[in-house]
């Protein structure tokens, strides 16, 4: 049993792993919580839901 490390959470797509990691990026750079099409303030609400998401509601839905 020794020597066994568990993941903290199960395997996740790598996809979500890239979307971590642009959203941590966008942190760096201040562009975290706007919208990377229109460049508007993203909603709290929708960042509060999924903090890697990249896109407003109105470009999300076009
Ligand atoms: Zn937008």
């Known amino acids: 049993m020794r ?3 568990q993941p903290a ?3 996740a797509g790598s996809s979500d792993l890239q979307s971590i990691e ?5 942190l ?3 562009a975290f919580g706007y919208c ?3 460049a508007e303030p993203i909603a ?3 960042l509060c839901d999924n903090p890697t998401i990249s ?5 999300d839905e076009a």
């Open 3 to 5: 020597g066994q490390t």
């Open 9 to 11: 959470k199960p395997m």
């Open 22 to 26: 642009d959203a941590l990026d966008r």
């Open 28 to 30: 760096e750079t201040g």
């Open 36 to 38: 990377e099409n229109c």
């Open 44 to 46: 709290l609400a929708r």
């Open 55 to 59: 896109r407003c509601k109105n470009c």
